[in-house]
């Protein structure tokens, strides 16, 4: 079943705070601790505690390194104990880690070392981490997509950003906070970031907004879905405030999830009923939808002695057939179900964001081959619709008018 995450960076955002929410969300530990294995460099150990802060029960996350000085993650002056972005990335490529976390941890590092090398004047080839710092941001940034795709977040939407204020010591010496390279990690982006003049200090680290600009969040209220899980991502410092990152998981609708390949294997499940209400057989199909179901609908169909009944339709993924079929038969009046394999071609489907005159909708792109399709998120234009107390087909118009001009 596909999710989305839903943050809220009300303290700012960290390699720690993503990791330890991810961990807080239900991400398996084990699975990670196996996934870290694979890198060359063994000279570190990640701490996961389960604590109480402002007495709400959450995670903190942290890379230990015992051989090592403390933590500096800023650039390193000479080359001695330096790694640049080509190692890193031969580091990562060189592991037993998924196509997916490769090309995603890759690409925070190709922008972490583009903001550096902006700020510095320098070239990419020319920018150095420290080696205890770039060892602690592999890791946070490993162990984010590892556990991203072990819960099978096809989406983050995020609310507004709070960075601190005032003045922070780093390697260079005295920065203003938000420090340059989260301000160069800003360019290009819409983000909307607002600074807590209460806190004197960083809230937003460049491996945190990193990450996140990777995860393209959206910055717009959440479409229909189902909250299943509420997390806390701890931080390090001592800000006077609840130094949290939350985040919820949210269940998503098939028809709202990202699919890359257009050829597959589905289950149809099916199944007679003569004897449940409307009412009960509506309450099942929103359950069994709920659960991760492709599809869902009902048939009528006239049974022995002409009897009028209802044939149940279930479409779902190959690897979760039985967890259906103990649902149906769970919830549903019938003893027994029948089921079949399909060969299935599909489109290809992503999503992007449209601008338009009354504000941002969601769009859903499906190609294949050469052809490619165009649709409007429903919920966001009747959202639309309702605050400007417009015709839904006013925005329809507007907004298809702004879509015909859309390239992706």
């Known amino acids: 079943?596909?999710?989305?995450?839903?943050?809220?960076?009300?303290?700012?955002?960290?390699?720690?705070?993503?990791?330890?929410?991810?961990?807080?969300?239900?991400?398996?530990v084990d699975n990670l601790k196996k996934s870290l294995t694979s890198l060359s460099n063994k000279e570190f150990e990640i701490k996961i505690e389960h604590i109480t802060k402002n007495n709400i029960l959450g995670t903190d996350f942290d890379v230990i390194m015992p051989h090592h000085q403390p933590k500096d993650c800023g650039i390193a002056h000479n080359h001695h104990h330096s790694r640049n972005l080509k190692d890193i990335l031969?580091?990562?490529?060189?592991?037993?880690?998924?196509?997916?976390?490769?090309?995603?941890?890759?690409?925070?590092?190709?922008?972490?070392?583009?903001?550096?090398?902006?700020?510095?004047?320098?070239?990419?080839?020319?920018?150095?981490?420290?080696?205890?710092?770039?060892?602690?941001?592999?890791?946070?940034?490993?162990?984010?997509?590892?556990?991203?795709?072990?819960?099978?977040?096809?989406?983050?939407?995020?609310?507004?950003?709070?960075?601190?204020?005032g003045f922070i010591n780093v390697a260079h010496g005295t920065m203003p906070v938000p420090v340059p390279a989260v301000i160069q990690l800003l360019n290009h982006t819409d983000f909307p970031i607002k600074q807590d003049t209460d806190v004197e200090t960083e809230l937003v680290t460049p491996t945190g907004l990193a990450i996140l600009?990777?995860?393209k969040p959206i910055f717009q209220p959440l479409p229909n879905c189902t909250q299943i899980k509420i997390g806390y991502g701890f931080g390090k410092k001592n800000t006077g405030k609840f130094n949290a990152l939350r985040g919820r998981l949210f269940s998503l609708k098939h028809s709202q999830t990202q699919i890359n390949q257009t050829n597959d294997q589905i289950i149809k499940i099916e199944a007679?009923?003569?004897?449940?209400?409307?009412?009960?057989?509506g309450y099942v199909m929103n359950l069994l939808l709920e659960n991760g179901a492709l599809d869902v609908f009902y048939t009528s169909i006239q049974m022995k002695k002409n009897r009028p009944a209802t044939m149940l339709s279930?479409?779902?993924?190959?690897?979760?057939?039985?967890?259906?079929?103990?649902?149906?038969?769970?919830?549903?009046?019938?003893?027994?179900?029948?089921?079949?394999?399909f060969q299935r071609v599909v489109m290809r489907r992503s999503f992007d964001t449209l601008t338009t005159s009354y504000g941002k909708i969601r769009i859903k792109i499906c190609q294949f081959q050469d052809l490619t399709k165009k649709t409007l998120e429903f919920d966001d234009c009747a959202e639309?619709?309702?605050?400007?107390?417009?015709?839904?087909?006013?925005?329809?118009q507007t907004a298809n008018a702004a879509l015909n001009n859309h390239t992706n």
């Open 314 to 341: 279930v479409l779902v993924d190959v690897t979760q057939k039985d967890n259906f079929i103990k649902l149906i038969l769970k919830h549903t009046s019938t003893i027994g179900v029948r089921y079949q394999i």
């Open 1 to 28: 079943m596909s999710h989305i995450l839903y943050l809220e960076p009300f303290s700012g955002l960290s390699g720690d705070m993503l990791n330890g929410l991810l961990l807080d969300l239900g991400a398996d």
């Open 90 to 165: 031969t580091l990562i490529e060189s592991s037993a880690l998924s196509s997916f976390v490769k090309k995603h941890a890759s690409n925070v590092f190709y922008d972490i070392a583009k903001a550096e090398a902006n700020v510095h004047n320098k070239s990419l080839n020319d920018i150095h981490f420290h080696e205890v710092g770039a060892i602690d941001s592999i890791v946070d940034v490993i162990s984010f997509f590892v556990m991203f795709e072990q819960l099978q977040i096809s989406q983050v939407y995020s609310t507004t950003i709070t960075e601190g204020c």
């Open 384 to 396: 639309i619709a309702k605050i400007n107390k417009l015709p839904i087909s006013t925005v329809y």
């Open 272 to 281: 007679n009923i003569d004897d449940q209400s409307p009412e009960q057989l």
């Open 213 to 215: 600009k990777e995860l």
